[in-house]
């Protein structure tokens, strides 16, 4: 059974009950070798309450979607992430990790029977029309979504391009909830952006998808060129609201300033699935310094480029604590009944620290000026405040995330500026200082 790893926050929906059964059947052999009762007695139950709900429920149910709506029941009492894709959701995951799909242009995830915003996506209708991480989603086109699985309220947001759909959005430090009108685009995700500032090489990733390790390599040789190889003074990798994607793809991006060691090591269940994974490639920067730029809305994949980095004093992090989320996904496929999500591991940075729940904490800390229209809200993001999250390793002191807001221009944000004064010597940080030296050495 083919399986692929991916290390992101993404949605998901339901499991037929022929694809869990089928997925496993050794444990079942094994449970009854076991005499493990109690198993088969509770199979038993929820066979007699589907057949009882089937057969006495006061309108016709579709079986298909009762078997589904408990399965993905079990599923979200695991975690935030592990869930059931449907066909067409298997697919419309398939496309979107290969960088181009149709929508709003928007991460999100569930909690408390709403859509939460985990974040919008940069120039998509979603990012246009002001939509912010953290907001909830109450309501499309005017119908609640309360009682939907996650996977009918994407459906719904998703549609033809030029059409148009209505989101309501309860704010935090926002009175009443308001309708924002978007018009459905086919988002197409160029992962990488990047430009000069000066001699500064600033070079921004939104996701990781499967064009973001080339995209990158594409944008450090162009602002080499740009710039002339010998006057770059350093790099800003610009990571900040990014909320992950393939595993394969933060490995790689990592690579690109790391010319040798571990990357990441995922730990699972059992030890012999432990697995690490080290830097291939070489440092296209030739041992520039390079500052990374997280806050909270940097998850999963960021988390493994940020914590690789600082872990070899390969580049300075620098902004707010990221989001904490510090687990991996395995997608299996489940042949035509689509494709199970689950979490299966762990993941680890080089010096064997786990980040789930707790974060990477930056090098230097550097908080932004809340917009002052935003002074009521708070923008705090984080695994640690999910409900039914994945504990920490060990009982380790969980740590909420921190403030994902980042200016619209860049003269108000801090973070960036203050990376560029660094890099220019405008600055002086003891902690830049130390890391750009032990890298020299």
Do not use: C
């Not at 430009?195 to 990781?208: K, L, M, P």
């Not at 994902?404 to 940080?429: E, F």
Request: charged residues 25%; proline residues 5%.
């Amino acid at each position: 059974m083919n399986k692929s790893v991916i290390a992101g926050l993404a949605v998901g929906t339901l499991l037929s009950a022929i694809g869990v059964f089928a997925l496993q059947p050794v444990a079942f052999e094994s449970a009854a070798h076991a005499d493990d009762s109690d198993t088969y007695r509770q199979l038993n139950l929820f066979g007699d309450v589907f057949e009882r709900v089937r057969a006495d429920y006061v309108e016709p149910t579709d079986d298909s979607k009762l078997v589904e709506a408990a399965i993905n029941g079990m599923l979200t009492s695991l975690d935030p992430h592990s869930s059931y894709m449907n066909p067409k959701s298997f697919r419309d995951m398939q496309v979107q990790t290969r960088g181009e799909f149709g929508g709003l242009g928007i991460e999100v995830t569930m909690e408390n029977g709403v859509v939460k915003v985990v974040t919008p996506i940069d120039d998509t209708p979603a990012s246009r029309a002001g939509i912010r991480p953290s907001d909830y989603i109450t309501h499309i086109d005017a119908k609640p979504i309360l009682g939907m699985t996650l996977s009918d309220a994407v459906d719904k947001m998703r549609g033809p391009v030029n059409t148009t759909v209505t989101l309501t959005i309860v704010r935090k430090g926002v009175d009443d909830p308001f309708d924002v009108k978007l018009t459905r685009d086919i988002i197409t995700i160029k992962s990488v952006k990047y430009h000069r500032e000066g001699d500064v090489a600033y070079i921004r990733i939104t996701s990781f998808n499967e064009q973001t390790g080339e995209l990158l390599d594409e944008a450090i040789h162009a602002l080499q060129k740009q710039i002339g190889n010998s006057k770059v003074r350093g790099y800003i990798l610009d990571l900040r609201n990014n909320p992950g994607g393939l595993l394969d793809q933060a490995i790689s991006v990592s690579s690109d300033f790391i010319p040798e060691g571990e990357i990441v090591s995922t730990r699972g269940r059992h030890p012999e699935d432990t697995q690490r994974y080290n830097a291939r490639g070489g440092d296209l920067t030739g041992g520039k310094p390079v500052i990374v730029l997280v806050n909270g809305g940097s998850a999963s994949a960021s988390e493994i480029v940020a914590g690789a980095l600082q872990d070899h004093r390969r580049a300075t992090i620098l902004g707010t604590r990221s989001f904490g989320k510090g687990s991996v996904q395995t997608i299996i496929p489940l042949g035509a009944d689509g494709a199970l999500r689950l979490t299966t591991a762990r993941y680890f940075t080089p010096s064997g620290h786990s980040i789930q729940a707790k974060g990477i904490e930056p090098d230097i800390q550097v908080e932004q000026n809340t917009d002052p229209k935003l002074k009521k809200r708070t923008l705090i993001t984080g695994e640690a405040e999910l409900p039914g999250h994945l504990a920490a390793e060990q009982g380790a002191k969980e740590v909420a995330g921190s403030d994902s807001y980042v200016p619209a221009d860049k003269k108000d944000d801090k973070q960036l500026l203050y990376a560029i004064d660094l890099l220019n010597g405008v600055r002086k940080d003891a902690a830049f200082t130390s890391a750009a030296a032990s890298n020299a050495n």
